[in-house]
């Protein structure tokens, strides 16, 4: 059984930091490509960040140069570390894993950003 469990999320001010964690279990973890997507109130879920099984990044404009994307293959974990936040940030954040012919969803972590 696959599961991506997300944890770190929360409350906190413009300008603070957070650090996602996604462990995921029941899958090779190495050979999937992982990423975070968001979902604002009434917006559709969007791409933040995403980290290839090789280890390349890519970044929504939106976030380049606020947030990194890591992963650990020994631990089965990535991470989303996010400074400099801003109330637009606000969203779910969601842990996605991809391989060639599956995709995994997390079940979601709040966070909140406030002005």
């Known amino acids: 059984q696959v599961q991506l469990v997300e944890s770190g999320g929360g409350l906190v001010q413009a300008g603070g930091s957070l650090r996602l964690s996604c462990a995921a279990s029941?899958?090779?973890?190495?050979?999937?490509?992982m990423g975070w997507y968001r979902q604002a109130p009434g917006k559709q879920r969007e791409l933040v960040a995403a980290?290839?099984?090789?280890?390349?990044?890519n970044y929504a404009n939106s976030v380049k140069g606020r947030f990194t994307i890591s992963r650990d293959n020994a631990k089965n974990t990535v991470l989303l570390q996010m400074n400099s936040l801003k109330p637009e940030d606000t969203a779910v954040y969601y842990c996605?894993?991809?391989?060639?012919?599956?995709?995994?969803w997390g079940q979601g972590t709040q966070v909140t950003v406030s002005s």
């Open positions: 996605k894993a991809d391989s060639v012919r599956y995709g995994y």
């Open positions: 980290i290839t099984s090789g280890g390349t990044t």
């Open positions: 029941g899958i090779i973890f190495s050979r999937y490509a």
